[in-house]
């Protein structure tokens, strides 16, 4: 009897170090990998979402929702830059405030309403508010084309990134 007891301890404990032992981590990144990868083929830019996935840590551990999630906060980190980038402009230029109020106002409801609703809504209208944030980018790009960086850069980032998002989260749909 207490041989049997050791013996499915011993089982247990063989089966706790296989758990835990680093090869089974590596099978489970390399499975989180694939995932990314198959997630991101099925985006318009697989390049920009592969860099951004790979760039943040939580990834090897989302969901699909959760990639989406990651990819609207960076949206919002970016579009956070932007924002800024056009009150500076603003403020240096009384000719160039006039022409980026509009923009303004775009990356002012894309941090107000598009991405609240991508991370607060179901996956319907995160797509929503995702595709929203691509369409009132392509105006401020449109705009903005000759100016200096980093405006152009950035204008092009957040609609690209949104795109991704709304292709990511649209799996859930
Ligand atoms: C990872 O997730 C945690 C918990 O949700 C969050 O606090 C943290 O900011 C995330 N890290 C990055 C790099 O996004």
Redesign the pocket.
Same mark, same amino acid.
């Given at each position: 009897m207490l041989l049997k007891i050791s013996s499915k301890a011993l089982v247990k404990f063989i089966l706790l170090l296989v758990l835990l032992s680093p090869s089974t981590f590596q099978t489970e990144a390399k499975h989180e990998t694939n995932l990314i990868i198959a997630i991101c083929k099925k985006t318009p830019n697989y390049a920009l979402c592969l860099s951004t996935l790979k760039s /943040?840590? /939580?990834s090897s551990r989302a969901d699909v929702a959760g990639l989406g999630y990651?990819v609207v906060?960076t949206v919002k980190a970016k579009s956070t830059a932007g924002l800024q980038t056009i009150v500076k402009l603003s403020r240096s230029s009384p000719v160039l405030k006039r022409k980026l109020s509009e923009c303004w106002q775009k990356y002012d409801a894309i941090l107000n309403d598009f991405v609240p609703e991508a991370e607060q809504g179901p996956p319907k209208f995160a797509v929503d508010g995702m595709k929203g944030v691509a369409e009132v980018t392509t105006d401020c790009i449109k705009d903005f084309q000759g100016l200096e960086a980093p405006l152009p850069t950035i204008n092009q980032l957040v609609h690209d990134l949104s795109l991704v998002a709304a292709s990511i989260i649209s799996n859930l749909l």
């Open positions: /943040n840590p /939580n990651i906060e």
